[in-house]
């Protein structure tokens, strides 16, 4: 079993920047995605970013240029950075981690998430 446990997020004006972790516990066999999710109301869920476990990387076409994601395999967390935040980066950001088995078995965890509010 994976727990996943998010910080960093919070108020910040437009323009601001935020660093959000995710640290994941627990056994791991082998971690072989981490990734970011968004949703804000009325909104459905939005893939941010993703990082590979051979550290290539993903990002939606809203935030390319401004959000860096990296991880730090040694310590099983992604960070999230964000610069030139704006209002409509407001939501609740959601880390996930797929994991595979010794018998390539995949499995998703979720953190809790923690909301960022980008508003003067």
């Known amino acids: 079993q994976v727990q996943l446990v998010e910080s960093g997020g919070g108020l910040v004006q437009p323009g601001g920047s935020l660093r959000l972790s995710c640290a994941a516990s627990g056994i791991i066999f082998s971690i072989e995605t981490m990734a970011w999710y968004r949703q804000a109301p009325g909104k459905q869920d939005n893939l941010v970013a993703v990082?590979?476990?051979?550290?290539?990387?993903n990002y939606a076409d809203s935030v390319k240029g401004r959000f860096t994601i990296s991880r730090d395999n040694a310590k099983n967390t992604v960070y999230l950075q964000m610069n030139s935040l704006k209002p409509e980066d407001t939501a609740v950001y959601y880390c996930n981690v797929r994991v595979v088995s010794r018998q390539r078995v995949r499995s998703d965890y979720w953190g809790q998430g923690t909301q960022v509010t980008v508003s003067s």
């Open positions: 990082i590979t476990s051979g550290g290539s990387t």
